[in-house]
């Protein structure tokens, strides 16, 4: 068992990032070195075309990031992120699946896959963390 000893502990620890919250993110699953966080697609996620806000994208998987990371080691900070936002969701919710590709003495590296429900690539979020 990593950091959390349950999935509610770890719902309790980020229950106060209330911007990913406030956004509906979700805590679904939580391993050892992964995590799957979720977000309905509410019109408050959408931008002025229609499709969803890349902020919103982002929060998703910043969240499973972080969750991921602390997991492993807490407290771990965001010290490099990126993202490719790859297509257009058709779908109601995202669902951001995070794993852990290195964990070393000081720094880790996550890849969150970011999908709708309709199972489409919507981006590809890389965090590196800093193991505090």
Not at 69 to 86: D, G, K, W, Y
Request: aromatic share 8%; glycine share 10%; charged share 20%.
């Amino acid at each position: 068992m990593g950091q959390f000893q349950s999935i509610e502990e770890a719902r309790n620890f980020f229950k106060d990032d209330l911007f990913a919250t406030n956004a509906g993110v979700t805590i679904d699953e939580l391993g050892d070195d992964c995590c799957v966080c979720s977000m309905p697609i509410t019109a408050n996620h959408k931008n002025a075309a229609g499709g969803v806000m890349g902020g919103a994208i982002f929060t998703l998987g910043d969240l499973a990031f972080a969750v991921a990371a602390n997991n492993m080691h807490r407290i771990t900070v965001a010290q490099q992120v990126s993202i490719n936002f790859l297509s257009g969701s058709k779908g109601s919710r995202l669902v951001a699946r995070a794993q852990c590709k290195k964990d070393g003495r000081t720094t880790c590296v996550f890849n969150i896959d970011i999908t709708d429900d309709l199972g489409r690539d919507i981006a590809q979020f890389v965090g590196t963390g800093y193991k505090l």
